[in-house]
């Protein structure tokens, strides 16, 4: 096991006071309300008292803690801590496999936008993250030794819980199309992979790092090939709010005849851009979710319950908030875009997700340089952070090319990148 060059690389900026666009957070605050629901759930303790807080004035609060006039020269903190309730549930234990509101607030989202509604008694886990979602599904459906289908370029963490549930990964590599400014998938490589001693694919669409929307015939494509060889799909979707120029993303579940094979891996980390509350979902058929649920009480035990409610209130919120989320990407996308191009960077831009993986094999000062240097210089010189390419393959040279960038920071921030690119490169 080797530690996450993401997470590297995000130290590295920091000790060089470099723009962060190597690791997938943003440094913009979260929807108000996802906030709320998170404080509201830890001061209330109840849900009565939730309520209560909910709509309170000043001075209902004045009258309530009985203060004298110079009340409103207290600081916040000797306010909220009076308004504490001395009863509590939220901050306790709950379900392990996640709060009633909540496993019933993903169901009603998923209908909205997949229209289909998983049972929130039999289909639906809470958990830590895409991160932990993933790992409980893999141990409870793959035995060691099976293989695991992952498209490279991979977020890394695919390969190394595969790693560590002795699972063997088969890779197939997704193509850049430059003339046309897309990547594709190789139909011939995946059926290959899908070979004997496959168990599952796994899919995440919007892509990291190419920004991919795996589109309707691409996804019919992987549905055929799990049904004729009895595979299982385990689909990443966190992107899935983020998709540009007019494309929608599709849920594999939602496909004719999949709902008993995929299992879809989901969280708030992107679409509440909170990716430090750690709380997400998998959606799993009933036959392997007691598995699933087990696992991960074992592990973990349950995602922070103040947290599962702020994300119950996110989920909970108008189709319009989650329809409008790639429009400030896209103006992000375009500043990237063009500043990386104005430095001889070669860039398909991305369909969908927030990330940029572009060919850094024409600018001068980088071309001779295998992609760490080239990530080690950009960071110590020009101070921008990026992800070596390499990072996202396992087999083959297609990732020597290539530079990640997340476009996920603020657009002064990625200003700031574009013109210290500018400064350095151009
Ligand atoms: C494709 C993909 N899956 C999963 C994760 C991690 O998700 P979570 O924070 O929900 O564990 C990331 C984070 O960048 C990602 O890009």
Not at 146 to 170: C, K, N, T, W
Not at 204 to 214: Q, R, S
Request: glycine content about 8%; some cysteine.
């Amino acid at each position: 096991m080797k530690e996450s060059v993401i997470r590297l690389m995000t130290r590295l900026a920091v000790q060089h006071q470099a723009v962060n666009l190597s690791q997938g957070f943003t440094d913009e605050a979260p929807l108000f309300e996802l906030v709320w629901g998170g404080i509201a759930a830890e001061l209330g303790g109840t849900e009565e008292r939730i309520g209560q807080l909910e709509n309170m004035t000043l001075r209902q609060i004045q009258a309530e803690i009985g203060a004298d006039p110079t009340f409103l020269d207290w600081p916040l903190r000797r306010i909220l801590g009076r308004l504490q309730n001395p009863r509590d549930r939220y901050n306790q234990y709950s379900f392990p496999f996640g709060l009633p509101e909540l496993r019933q607030a993903i169901a009603g989202y998923t209908e909205r936008f997949y229209g289909f509604r998983p049972d929130p008694d039999t289909e639906i886990t809470v958990v830590l993250g895409a991160t932990e979602g993933l790992s409980s599904l893999l141990r409870a459906t793959c035995a060691p030794g099976d293989a695991l289908v992952v498209f490279q370029p991979f977020h890394e963490m695919y390969p190394s819980q595969a790693d560590i549930f002795g699972l063997v990964p088969r890779y197939t590599t997704l193509r850049e199309d430059r003339e046309a400014g897309v990547w594709h998938l190789d139909r011939d490589e995946l059926q290959q992979a899908a070979g004997p001693g496959a168990r599952a694919i796994i899919l995440n669409t919007p892509h990291n790092p190419t920004g991919k929307v795996f589109s309707a015939d691409d996804l019919n494509f992987i549905a055929d090939l799990a049904r004729e060889r009895d595979l299982f799909v385990f689909t990443d979707e966190i992107y899935e709010h983020i998709v540009y120029d007019g494309r929608r993303h599709f849920c594999l579940a939602a496909f004719e005849g999949m709902r008993d094979r995929t299992f879809v891996v989901n969280s708030i980390s992107k679409t509440g851009s909170a990716t430090g509350w750690r709380v997400g979902w998998v959606i799993s058929p009933p036959a392997y979710t007691t598995r699933i649920r087990a696992i991960h009480d074992t592990m973990v035990i349950q995602a922070p319950t103040p947290l599962q409610k702020g994300t119950t209130r996110l989920l909970n919120q108008p189709d319009g908030v989650f329809r409008s989320m790639w429009e400030s990407y896209a103006a992000k996308r375009q500043v990237l875009v063009d500043g990386l191009r104005q430095v001889g960077f070669r860039v398909s831009p991305p369909e969908g997700s927030y990330y940029l993986f572009a060919d850094y094999r024409k600018v001068p000062a980088l071309s001779a340089m295998a992609p760490m240097d080239a990530a080690m210089w950009l960071i110590e010189k020009v101070g921008v952070a990026s992800v070596p390419g390499d990072n996202f393959y396992r087999v083959g040279h297609d990732g020597d090319n290539y530079l990640r960038f997340a476009f996920c920071r603020s657009l002064e921030s990625l200003q700031e990148a574009a013109a210290r690119l500018a400064r350095h490169l151009g």
